[in-house]
T-cell receptor, first 111, second 113 residues
Framework: GENVGLHLPTLSVQEGDNSIINCAYS??????FIWYKQESGKGPQFIID?????DKRQGQRVTVLLNKTVKHLSLQIAATQPGDSAVYFC??????????FGQGTRLTINP | NAGVTQTPKFRVLKTGQSMTLLCAQD?????MYWYRQDPGMGLRLIHY???????AKGEVPDGYNVSRLKKQNFLLGLESAAPSQTSVYFC????????????FGPGTRLTVL
């Protein structure tokens, strides 16, 4: 069935390096995508979103890229900091009131 | 604003017991949602509401009921808890539509023995 998934379950990076978290989706009709950050013991927190009429969107230290041709979404975090350690979820809107989450990628920062 | 709050934070139930999880939001959001999160999986939608007095089924509604008697509150009920319902439950709300950003509560960790 339709699904949103992540290429890697874990990612370790050195503090100060850039992080890239990837996500594949299969519903070509989806037109809205969101990245959430979830710290241990907390609920997901909105990071950045992108609509299907865009291929790139930038926020503060984060950039989301959307490649509809290959149904791929990525989150780039610049100058990764210890506070960036968390699980990152991509999610897409599949039809009305249906936000579908991927499994998540755990980002760990090495000092 | 407190945002989205959930009570209780933790609960342990025995199989067959019932309980109600309360979600409250003070952002005047129309849409509210209940998700469950299991290890190694993303969040799955249980039920949602598009306004006061309305509810609808999500991806995994079986074994749960919900009510939205007041705009700011969304209740999730388990009539007869089962071990398969052991999970972390998250409530979320959004302003006027599903494409608006969903704001999440801190979660309720439920264990059913």
């Amino acid at each position: 069935g339709e699904n949103v998934g992540l290429h890697l379950p874990t990612l370790s990076v050195q503090e100060g390096d850039n992080s890239i978290i990837n996500c594949a989706y299969s519903n070509s009709a989806s037109d809205y995508f969101i990245w959430y950050k979830q710290e241990s013991g907390k609920g997901p927190q909105f990071i950045i979103d992108i609509r299907s009429n865009m291929d790139k969107r930038q926020g503060q230290r984060v950039t989301v890229l959307l490649n509809k041709t290959v149904k791929h979404l990525s989150l780039q975090i610049a100058a990764t900091q210890p506070g960036d350690s968390a699980v990152y979820f991509c999610a897409e809107i599949q039809g009305a009131q249906k936000l579908v989450f991927g499994q998540g990628t755990r980002l760990t920062i090495n000092p | 604003n407190a945002g989205v709050t959930q009570t209780p934070k933790f609960r342990v139930l025995k199989t067959g017991q019932s309980m109600t999880l309360l979600c409250a939001q003070d952002m005047n959001h129309e849409y509210m949602y209940w998700y469950r999160q299991d290890p190694g999986m993303g969040l799955r939608l249980i039920h949602y509401s598009v306004g006061e007095g309305t509810t609808a089924k999500g991806e995994v509604p079986d074994g749960y009921n919900v009510s939205r008697l007041k705009k700011q509150n969304f209740l999730l009920g388990l009539e007869s808890a089962a071990p398969s319902q052991t999970s972390v439950y998250f409530c979320a709300s959004s302003y006027v539509s599903d494409t608006d950003t969903q704001y999440f509560g801190p979660g309720t960790r439920l264990t059913v023995l």
